[in-house]
């Protein structure tokens, strides 16, 4: 069993940035790919980001590339979620995620493990 606890989230100005952490429980954190979706009220979960075991690979839905960035430290059992250059649609209550293979997957169906999700709100 894998428990994931999302922080980071709160309240910015348009333009400004946020890093979303996510701390994972267990000793196979290293073996699991993770990803990050958002989800808005009366809307499905959608794909933001994942990154593989080892980080060596990363995909990204296109609304973020070149702003926001996945990247993780097996170490500390943490992956993270740089946001830069928010805009108010980025605005969504955002989850982290893992799956227990190596590989990564961009549907919320692809995950085992879900976070309680944190919020985020991006003021114009």
């Known amino acids: 069993q894998v428990q994931l606890v999302e922080s980071g989230g709160g309240l910015v100005q348009a333009g400004g940035s946020l890093r979303l952490s996510c701390a994972a429980s267990?000793?196979?954190?290293?073996?699991?790919?993770m990803g990050w979706f958002r989800q808005v009220p009366g809307k499905e979960r959608d794909f933001v980001a994942a990154?593989?075991?080892?980080?060596?690979?990363?995909r990204y839905v296109d609304s973020v590339k070149g702003r926001f960035t996945i990247s993780r430290d097996n170490a500390k059992n943490t992956v993270y979620l740089q946001m830069n250059s928010l805009k108010p649609e980025d605005t969504a209550v955002y989850y982290c995620?893992?799956?227990?293979?190596?590989?990564?997957?961009?549907?919320?169906?692809?995950?085992?493990?879900w976070g309680q999700g944190t919020q985020v709100t991006v003021s114009s």
């Open positions: 990154i593989t075991y080892n980080g060596g690979r990363t």
């Open positions: 995620a893992s799956r227990r293979t190596i590989t990564l997957n961009i549907t919320p169906g692809g995950y085992d493990y």
């Open positions: 267990g000793r196979t954190f290293s073996s699991y790919a």
